[in-house]
């Protein structure tokens, strides 16, 4: 959803960016000029553009919404499957070359790319996300862990999730608490980067697998089962307090989690 409420997606089977305008109930598609480019994630800009990346196509693209014209870029690695994507605050265009295992950015001032690899080989990484102070953030499927970029130092910075899920969908809330959806564990998880603390919490419906994730009004944060076939929704003010201090919430814990929620008591209460 743009800022002026319109949902945008993609439409990867019949190669368009769609627009639904929620006012007037219409739709609008957009053709993409390279056949068969199978655009799977996007984003809008700070001038309400949309970017997206072209999996099948090796490009990201944008869409001028006032205009509606598509300009495509090819991506310097041959065959990097461009996934997740997101604009920073200085309007450059970030995203994960899944096949390249890099983590690239793109500034459409300069009209030029850079590639960061991503240390850890065969990582599988998927989405990403911008937290507050403008660190990149995305997921390493394949080790099982979130990471942190720095665009200053250009270095990296992981965390291994607790319990050994798969991260999916990433989003950043405003206070600098990165959530992530663990398909496989069936659970939906936050990393408090600053005390590098994760809560994670399991989804009520048996085989859930919860995919992608996003913050919306009022800090509450919603989520897809995709075996479910259903929509979450978590309230955070109601779960996480502003201290980041455990709140009052029944939370069911499985056998590793509880055995890791008593070392933590034991190691703030030795």
């Known amino acids: 959803m743009d800022a002026n409420g319109i949902i ?15 006012k007037t109930k219409t739709f609008k598609e957009y053709e993409i000029p390279t056949p068969n480019s199978q655009p799977v994630r996007l984003t809008a800009d700070g ?14 693209a944008r ?3 006032r205009k509606g014209h598509i ?7 041959q065959l990097s499957q461009p996934m997740g994507i997101a604009v920073d605050e200085k309007g450059r265009v970030w995203f994960i070359e899944t096949q390249a295992n890099k983590l690239a950015v793109f500034s459409p001032a300069a009209g030029k790319f850079k590639e ?6 065969f990582s599988a990484p998927n989405e990403i996300a911008i937290d507050k102070t403008g660190g990149v953030w995305f997921s390493e499927r394949k080790d099982r862990r979130l990471v942190r970029f720095n665009p200053a ?19 950043a809330d405003k206070k600098g608490n990165i959530w992530y959806c663990d398909k496989r ?19 009520a419906v048996t085989n859930g697998q919860p995919m992608d994730i996003v913050i919306g009004a009022a800090d509450s944060v919603w989520f897809t089962e995709i075996g479910a076939n259903n929509i979450g929704k978590l309230n955070m003010s109601n779960a996480i307090s502003d201290g980041y201090k455990p709140a009052k919430l029944s939370v069911k814990l499985d056998d590793e989690q509880r055995r890791m929620f008593e070392q933590k008591q034991e190691q703030k209460n030795p």
């Open 47 to 60: 001038s309400g553009n949309i970017w997206f990346t072209e999996f099948a196509a090796n490009k990201i």
């Open 63 to 65: 869409l001028d919404t």
């Open 153 to 171: 130092t250009e270095k990296f910075k992981r965390f291994d999730i607790p319990s050994r899920g798969v991260p999916e969908g990433i989003t």
């Open 185 to 203: 564990g069936g659970k939906v998880g936050m990393l408090n980067p600053a005390q590098g603390e994760f809560v994670e919490l399991n989804v």
């Open 8 to 22: 945008w997606f993609a439409e990867q089977d019949a190669n368009q960016i769609g627009r639904f305008d929620p």
């Open 71 to 77: 300009k495509e870029y090819a991506i310097p690695t």
């Open 116 to 121: 960061h690899a991503i240390q850890s080989a």
